[in-house]
Every structure is written in structure tokens, then in C-alpha cells.
């Protein structure tokens, strides 16, 4: 079975960057769906970017098409969130999950990483 990890969140201003990490123990099919969600306090879990594993093909959500950048690494046995241009609306505990197709519902996404939290200060 696998298991799901983030890393890398913290503090940052407006305007800059930071890059998330979902590591990953256990094997990841070809198949397999990575996603990834946020959720500030108060809000529900929303959608933010997924890939498949083995395909470089990429979805993200319209808030923030053009700043993030999802990839894999391979080596690692990770998928990374780059995120750029960072705004207060950003703030959340971020989550990676896996799925077994595209799907941008939480309720479709079997395993859930313990989350990281990013906080952007203005």
C-alpha cells in the first residue's frame, strides 16, 4: 500500500515562492492520479493541480493556472508543487492525494498525505 508525505511548506510574503514536495512510500502505478488540495480554516478542501504519474499531462484549477507547476521526480519517488507568485489567498494546509483517474473531488481521492502548511503573509 501506499503512503503519502508532504514536505516543504512554510512562511513567505507576497509574491514569492515555494515548492512542495509528496513523497511517496510504497509502489505508484502508470495509472495512478496525484493530486493536489488545500484547505484554509473555515473552507472547504479545494482542488489545485493533479497528474497522473507516469504522464505529463497536468490540471490545474483556475486560481492558480500560470503560477503553480506540478511535476514528478522520479528518483524520489515524489511529485513536487512548484508555486510562484504567491498570494494570501494561497494560505492553507496543503494536501497530496492519490486517485485512480481525474477527478477534482475530494471524495475520489483514496489516499491522503498528512498535509503542510503554507502561510503567505502580506
Known amino acids: 500500500q501506499v503512503q503519502l508525505a508532504e514536505s516543504g511548506g512554510g512562511v513567505v510574503q507576497a509574491g514569492g515562492s515555494l515548492t512542495l514536495s509528496c513523497s511517496a512510500s510504497?509502489?505508484?502505478?502508470?495509472?495512478?492520479?496525484i493530486g493536489w488540495f488545500r484547505q484554509a480554516p473555515g473552507k472547504e478542501r479545494e482542488f489545485v493541480a493533479a497528474r497522473r504519474w507516469n504522464d505529463n499531462r497536468s490540471y490545474y484549477s483556475e486560481s492558480v493556472k500560470g503560477r503553480f507547476t506540478i511535476s514528478k521526480d522520479s528518483a524520489r519517488n515524489a511529485v513536487s508543487l512548484q508555486m510562484n507568485g504567491l498570494k494570501p489567498e494561497d494560505t492553507g494546509v496543503y494536501y497530496c492525494?492519490?486517485?485512480?483517474?481525474?477527478?477534482?473531488?475530494?471524495?475520489?481521492?483514496?489516499?491522503w498525505g498528512q498535509g503542510t502548511q503554507v502561510t503567505v503573509s502580506s
Open positions: 510504497g509502489r505508484l502505478y502508470s495509472s495512478h492520479l
Open positions: 492525494a492519490r486517485a485512480n483517474g481525474y477527478s477534482q473531488q475530494p471524495s475520489d481521492y483514496y489516499i
